[in-house]
């Protein structure tokens, strides 16, 4: 069968990667993919935009498409999945009212509220004095979070009052979130490791993948600006076994039960960003699709066909599904423009991925990559997320930056530490 896979950064290339792994797929059109699903095994980039959903689903018609994978938010959160099905095509994740709960915290919230799922003590508010009445009652530090999709920058935690104050200005007075910021969810700050669980549901059974880690901020020991992800590795140590059956247990039966009851059936990835506090485990959020960069080091380490488990999930058959893992541990570092999250340049030519991949366990998927004129060159943020694997954690982490100290563009940057809270956490 020829699949098609919507997006084009490294979670992107990873889906299409494992997807053109499996012996019953011919083709992968990746839309519109990167410079690396461009040379991947089977793939072919295709020009047309996540947004621009009737290109895409003529496209599938034409092509014999029998099954298109949407990496990203936005084209969930605007109904991709509703136009696809629309036209009776097959297509995998959540429909526009299951994927709310990426789209709106305070949504999230109510529904965490009403499952019992554990989570920050909150309340929501569209008036500036009331929320802010509301921070000064609670005290510092305290959590704002816009209430829309945000890119990852509409989440302030506060130390002082001036910062909340400001945040909350920029939300709902200033609106620089636009329709995002017309309410604003002012949360409980928790203090605790953060780790992602994702799984796969079918909106009856949940099927986990295996646990992971991100690493948000730009810089070495968590300093500095947040990004989309500097790094991610599998599994996370911090979620014991335990952990996971309660995160299954408790939030994710909870979350598609309670969505089933308002007449929406999830179906798709079921991503949940927790806090592992010493008092136990908080739902800081959901997202709504696989995680960018946790799905590199995860894939890398799946055994199983995915496109089984997808289709399984779309016809309401996952109870019928076990997934093989690789125990090997595994590790994305990524390798960024120096300047990102802010001002970075592009075009920039990149060398060395190929000696690179010689390295034993080594797998580079690309993120910002373009090939303009033959020459593979930078074209966003986060460039290249190389992902490694090895018998050991550590063995992992150094396969990884061995492979990364292959790889040349002008101002590369990436951080040397990912992985180092697992290490420390296993000592
Ligand atoms: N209640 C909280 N307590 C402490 N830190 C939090 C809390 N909520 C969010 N954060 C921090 O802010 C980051 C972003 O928040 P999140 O809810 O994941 O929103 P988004 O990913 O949409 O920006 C989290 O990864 C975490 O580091
Ligand atoms: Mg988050």
Redesign the pocket.
Known sequence: MNVMVVGGGGREHAIAWKVARSEKVGRVFCAPGNGGTAVEDKCENIDIKPSEFSDLADFANKNNVELTIVGPEDPLVAGIVDYFENKGLKIFGPNKSAAKIEDSKAFAKDIMLKAGIPT?EYQRFTDYDEALGYVDKKGLPI?I?ADGL?A?K??T?AFDREEARGALNSILVDKIFGESGSSVVV????EGE?ASYLAFTDGKTVLPLQSSQDH?PVFDGDKGPNTGGMGAYSPAPVVTEDIMNYVTENVAYPLIKELKKRGIIYKGIIYA?L?ITGNGVNV??FNCRFGDPETQPILYRMESDITDVISKCIDEELNSVEIKWDEKPSVCVVVASGGYPKVYNKGCEITGIENAEKIKNVKVFHAGTANVNGRLVTSGGRVLGITAKGDKLQTAIDNAYKAVKKINFSNMHYRSDIGNKALRRMK
């Open positions: 920050a959590v979070k945000a990852g509409g989440v935690v949360e409980e700050y928790l953060e948000k960003g806090m800081l959020e």
